[in-house]
């Protein structure tokens, strides 16, 4: 999923979902220029009360994203 996908289904702007992505507050891959998300960790993410990276690394792990 895009940026844009992901503020879609989590319903807040795009660049809040960049942001996110940059501090490591949303499970996410950056590939070139673009930021890239896993639709099934977005939505644990979500579940689990939106935790960090650092307070629950098993979220963000290193697989490719994909829908």
Excluded: N, Y
């Excluded at 939505?43 to 990276?53: M, N, S, V």
Aim: a positive charge.
């Amino acid at each position: 999923m895009t940026a844009d996908e992901v503020a879609h289904h989590i319903k807040c702007h795009p660049e809040t979902v960049r942001q996110l992505a940059r501090a490591q507050q949303i499970p996410a891959v950056k590939t070139g220029r673009r930021w890239l998300f896993r639709l099934s960790q977005i939505d644990e993410w979500l579940l689990a009360g939106r935790p960090t990276q650092t307070e629950q690394p098993s979220l963000f792990g290193e697989a490719a994203p994909g829908a």
